[in-house]
């Protein structure tokens, strides 16, 4: 069973309808016990970095921190895949998961922001991204991007270049929306299906 | 590169598609959900739809409607029409849409947008704006007025100002429909457009007027619009999203081919 953490930063419904698509059997969770039993872990959203603070007040940290030391795959999407870093500049005062460096920062003045639509991704040798070729198109909505950084699997400019995709071990995300983005995301989510742990 | 994003809208009422692109093999031209998978198949960027009857009792056949069109898709989904509160706007999330548009109801109440995008985040609340060029005046950009129940009531706000405000309150996009231009299939209002998308600094989406696949290109380039918006697109001897993507690509502006 995959568990999709639910931390009341926005809605769902498309991430759980995705992986049912690709076949999942994914279940939305706010419940520690819950995650402690799935064989994979989703961490979606679309909302502010501090809703992440969520995670923490509920014991959800501890509990991913432990299944992912274990082993099992997890997949951060969009501000999920922000968390993974040390923390962003949307909430200075929570902090990420530390599993990779550098923190997050708002796209520069000049630029339209939110970053919206459907932008290309040049990819490197990866899991997550199979079958995922360089130009290949996804689509993305946020404010905040997320460095360049040796695990970075797939990056993509506006303005500048920051990590679409990031993946190491059993810990992957995606700042774009694999649930949006039409065959393309759905090819990335079943690939996250399949991927066994470590 | 980001590319611009060509938007189909689905107008329905009461469950069906009244006006929206037509394909000749279709099963049901009617079905909202059926016509939404065929555009997102055929390579929209992303589906819109509208519910132009918004009425208190069509509510369940909206949210029915949302369900079923959401199930199919795998692209972003707007919906829009006779969303008044963050109670309605949490019903059409629930059903599966990514976004909500909003139009008369943030007149009448800004706060709206504060609300619902504190709840579901700011990419998650279009601001939609029905404007009209100002009569009379030496500048009828910059008194472009704001109309809102369908373009039938004035509001005595600038579109600019409007736009700043929505902006302000944490709308994620606006969505401009020009009303002297909708209809005409003469091609978007490029000036409107421009100074609205100078004027803010979130992604601006043009409505009203398309009719050639130049008129896209122009108002993706000179209008500065970061998408467009069209009911029937295929019309007019464009035979499909991707001929008109491809088209468009000729004008050099970025679009997601093969798509």
């Known amino acids: ?29 706010s419940d520690p016990s819950v995650v402690m039993q799935a064989e994979k872990l989703v961490l979606p959203g679309v909302g502010h970095f501090s809703a992440t603070a969520f995670l923490e007040e509920r014991g959800l940290k501890k509990a991913i921190e432990e299944r992912v030391a274990a082993g099992i795959p997890f997949l951060g999407i969009c501000v999920g895949l922000q968390w993974l870093f040390e ?41 997550l991204l199979q079958g995922v070729a360089s130009g290949d198109f996804v689509y993305f909505t946020h404010s905040y991007r997320a460095p360049v950084i040796h695990d970075t699997v797939a990056v993509t400019e506006y303005d500048l270049p920051f990590t679409a995709a990031v993946e190491r071990d059993n810990v992957v995300g995606v700042q774009f929306h694999p649930e949006k983005s039409g065959s393309v995301g759905l090819r990335i989510l079943a690939n996250f299906v399949r991927l066994q742990g470590c | 590169m980001l590319t611009k994003r060509i938007i189909a809208c689905l107008d329905v009422n009461a469950g069906r598609v009244v006006k929206g692109v037509q394909f000749v093999d279709i099963v049901d031209a009617g079905d909202p959900a059926e016509l939404a998978r065929r555009h997102a198949e055929a390579g929209t960027d992303e ?16 949210i029915d409607t949302v369900e079923r069109t959401a199930r199919q898709i795998f692209v972003p989904f707007t919906v829009g029409g006779g969303i ?101 299939r003469a091609g978007f209002d490029c000036e409107l457009t421009a100074r609205v998308s100078e004027a803010v600094h ?54 997601r081919l093969p798509c």
């Open chain 2, 202 to 255: 979130i992604p601006v989406i043009a409505s009203g007027g398309a009719g050639t696949a130049d008129h896209f290109a122009d108002v993706l380039t000179a209008g500065k619009a970061d998408a467009a918006l069209a009911a029937s697109i295929f019309h007019f001897g464009i035979a499909d999203v991707r001929s008109l993507k491809e088209e468009i690509a000729k004008r050099g502006v970025p679009v």
């Open chain 1, 87 to 127: 923390g962003s500049t949307e909430a200075p005062d929570t902090a990420g998961f530390k599993a990779f460096p550098g923190r997050c920062e708002r796209f520069g003045d000049g630029l339209k922001v939110p970053h919206v639509g459907w932008n290309s991704i040049q990819v490197k040798e990866s899991r």
């Open chain 2, 84 to 184: 008044r509160t963050v109670d309605d706007a949490a019903a059409i999330f629930d059903a599966g849409a990514d976004k909500v548009s909003i139009n008369s109801a943030a007149i009448a109440r800004p706060e709206l947008i504060d609300e619902i995008g504190s709840r579901f985040g700011a990419q998650a609340v279009i601001v939609a704006i029905d404007a009209r060029r100002a009569r009379l005046t030496d500048d009828p950009i910059t008194d472009a007025e704001v109309f809102v129940s369908g373009g039938r009531k004035p509001t005595g706000r600038t579109a600019l100002d409007w736009a700043k405000e929505a902006e302000s309150r944490g709308a994620g996009e606006i969505l401009l429909t020009s009303m002297d231009a909708d209809g005409t």
């Open chain 2, 47 to 62: 589906i819109v739809l509208l519910d132009i009857a918004a009425t208190h009792e069509g509510r369940g056949t909206l």
């Open chain 1, 1 to 29: 069973m995959i568990a999709v953490i639910d931390y009341k930063a926005g809605n769902l419904t498309s991430v759980m309808k995705a992986l049912h698509a690709v076949g999942a059997d994914a279940l939305a969770t």
